[in-house]
């Protein structure tokens, strides 16, 4: 029988009470079950693990449920009961981690008694394997010190994660110093009483206003309040956080955090994270300089003696280069994607692809902007998403899929959110693509929701593959035959596949540039983490200029601190790599499909049974040889990158 979905609170006032309500039962259904291992644990070691796994389940949907609605919840009140709920599931785990008697009941199980059950094996591996790496085997003093250190860094991530959140900066100006925007753009943005338009460094304003504002002091201006976002508040925080990671790594064991961190990500090991960015790094320094030299001849016409591109000009001007060079005027395409018509074809897309059909329900949810669907297969039902797409105050400001429950066949069913914050008009392709991508994760955490185990549910592969699905989704959102499904004007008449196949040659100017800057980010990510464990630890700004200096291939913009908004510093701390590690899987994985028929059921459904409706059963490399019939390799992307 399929189980029924979440029930969220039927009024905005009733919310604070529900999570109160939630947290407290699903907290102390988990403590029940891990306190009957301690004291009378099934005679069955598979029962023993079964029972350990629902804890975990009931503990995860504490902190999924926390993470989401402390990131997009509009009442304060709630969003801080969330992040309290977060909190105090991230502690109970960690007392778990630590507690002796809890990891003998694991370490005495005969691995003989669970061989029948592979999955049961694996289970038990990784379980040892978290206890372990927790610091169970430490004397007591150490023990609570480690439970200090990781109850400070769930604070500290929530702290890092609130100010960027809530830190949006403005710049004032007047409606003249706005020539080169749409139309539409315009209109939404009137002038206030004192004639004056307010742009913010939300997406929707900050990445339009860089792309098509005429006046260069603006794009400087907004392009400088976006990266101070978070400046000075989140340095403090952020080098109180690597410093305990490294503490804590060490302390188990590991010479430093990243070496901790990759420990259990496809990667294996620290070390081996420089070595994958400078790999990049080199494969792409070509492509890069033949990217510089086509966007500096075109900066120079507007400024003869200029040697370098500025940061807050490269928008613009590789707007320019596509517009002038490849024939494509970003303000032209932008009419073919009404977000309304945008979001209804990536349910066709995707629906079509996967065999999925979704079905709108008018149910409870946070915002009166949030759309939600049951998602069906053969006819069940088999998972609820929710789409939270436009940006507002005291909402997580980038685009990511929150879990608001992980599925269990026959206990639990997947349901997932995509939180993003589009246009609610006119789409820039780049954000279409985006959304692909993001719903690219969103149908992992659905399809991977009906194993028997919740540690294998949902996006529950190594990290640094989580990424591979949604990228390879993205393929989708650039194909002519795909977006004349949807994509039209305002008249009714579908983009041209002559203006697809401009696009496409124009999106692959700049992706030197692109790949460069994701290395520096890679680099940034995973030095300030590896630097603790020098005899001197850099000053954050100067690391990351020279880091920037080193792989980017735009110029630092003195004063500024990107760093400090750098969410994925966060989530992703020295492992900011995978996405590019992902990438890279991504293209060999799509060189599977025909791109004369994107939607042929035969590969389409072979690769949502091997991949995505495996979850975490199997490590990621041997899913994708699965799918592949041989292991993953570099040379898709390589010649992606280099044509």
Not at 54 to 66: D, I, K, Q, S, Y
Not at 199 to 208: G, I, L, M, N, W
Not at 245 to 265: I, M, N
Not at 485 to 512: H, Q
Request: glycine residues 6%; negative net charge; hydrophobic residues 45%.
């Amino acid at each position: 029988m399929t189980p029924a979905p979440l029930a969220l609170p039927t009024a905005p006032d009733l919310w604070p009470d529900w999570i109160r309500e939630r947290s407290a039962s699903e907290l102390a259904r988990a403590t029940e079950l891990v306190d009957g291992l301690r004291t009378a644990p099934p005679a069955d070691p598979v029962a023993v693990l079964r029972q350990w796994d629902r804890a975990a389940g009931h503990l995860g949907n504490v902190a999924a449920f926390g993470s989401l609605l402390g990131n997009v919840h509009p009442l304060e009140s709630a969003r801080d009961l969330a992040d309290a709920a977060e909190q105090e599931a991230s502690k109970l785990g960690t007392q778990w981690s630590l507690d002796r008697e809890l990891y003998d009941v694991f370490a005495a199980i005969d691995d003989s008694s669970v061989a029948h059950d592979p999955l049961a094996v694996r289970l038990l591996a990784k379980v040892r394997a978290d206890f372990r790496r927790s610091g169970v085997d430490k004397d007591e003093a150490t023990r609570e010190r480690i439970s200090a250190i990781r109850e400070r860094i769930t604070e500290l991530d929530q702290e890092f994660s609130r100010v960027t959140r809530d830190d949006v900066r403005t710049v004032r100006v007047r409606p003249e110093q706005l020539a080169g925007m749409p139309a539409d753009w315009l209109e939404a943005h009137p002038a206030d009483d004192e004639g004056l338009v307010t742009v913010s460094t939300d997406y929707p304003d900050s990445v339009p206003v860089r792309m098509f504002a005429h006046d260069q002091g603006v794009r400087r201006d907004l392009t400088i309040a976006f990266l101070e976002r978070g400046w000075p508040t989140t340095e403090a925080l952020l080098t109180e956080l690597f410093a305990l990671r490294h503490e804590l790594a060490t302390t188990v064991g590991y010479a430093d955090w990243p070496s901790y961190d990759a420990d259990v990500k496809m990667i294996g090991t620290g070390p081996a994270i420089p070595e994958f960015i400078d790999r990049i790094a080199t494969a792409a320094e070509e492509p890069m300089r033949r990217d510089l030299a086509q966007l500096l001849a075109r900066y120079r016409r507007d400024f003869p003696d200029a040697t370098e591109v500025p940061g807050f000009d490269f928008q613009y001007y590789a707007e320019l280069v596509r517009s002038e060079e490849y024939d494509v005027d970003a303000q032209r395409v932008r009419t073919y994607f009404d977000f309304g018509k945008v979001r209804q074809g990536l349910l066709e897309v995707t629906g079509r692809l996967f065999d999925l059909a979704y079905r709108p329900v008018d149910v409870p949810v946070w915002h009166e902007e949030v759309t939600a669907y049951e998602v069906e297969q053969a006819g069940r039902v088999i998972g609820r998403i929710y789409l939270d797409l436009h940006p507002r105050e005291g909402k997580y400001k980038h685009a990511a899929q929150f879990t608001l429950t992980d599925g269990v066949a026959g206990e639990q069913l997947p349901e997932g959110v995509l939180v993003c914050n589009f246009s609610r008009g006119l789409m820039e392709h780049d954000h279409v693509v985006t959304l692909f991508h993001e719903f690219g994760h969103l149908l992992h955490h659905v399809l991977a929701g009906h194993g028997d185990w919740f540690r294998f549910a949902g996006v529950a592969t190594e990290w640094d593959f989580v990424e591979a699905p949604s990228q390879m989704l993205e393929e989708w959102a650039w194909h002519a035959d795909v977006l004349r499904t949807f994509a039209s004007d305002a008249s009714g008449e579908p983009i041209s596949a002559e203006l697809v196949a401009a696009m496409r040659a124009a999106d692959d100017y700049g992706k030197g540039i692109y790949a460069r800057t994701q290395m520096f980010y890679a680099a940034m990510s995973y030095w300030f983490h590896a630097d603790r464990a020098g005899a001197e630890v850099p000053d954050l700004t100067e690391r990351m200029v020279e880091l920037q200096a080193r792989y980017a291939a735009l110029p630092y913009l003195p004063g500024t601190h990107m760093f400090a908004s750098f969410g994925h510093l966060g989530g992703y701390s020295s492992a900011y790599y995978t996405y590019m590690w992902s990438l890279v899987i991504a293209k060999d994985m799509f060189s599977a499909f025909d791109e004369s028929d994107l939607f042929a059921p035969e590969v389409a459904h072979r690769y949502r049974d091997a991949v995505l409706a495996r979850g975490g059963e199997g490590d990621a490399a041997d899913l994708v040889a699965d799918f592949l019939g041989r292991p993953f390799a570099f040379d898709a992307y390589a010649a992606w990158l280099a044509r």
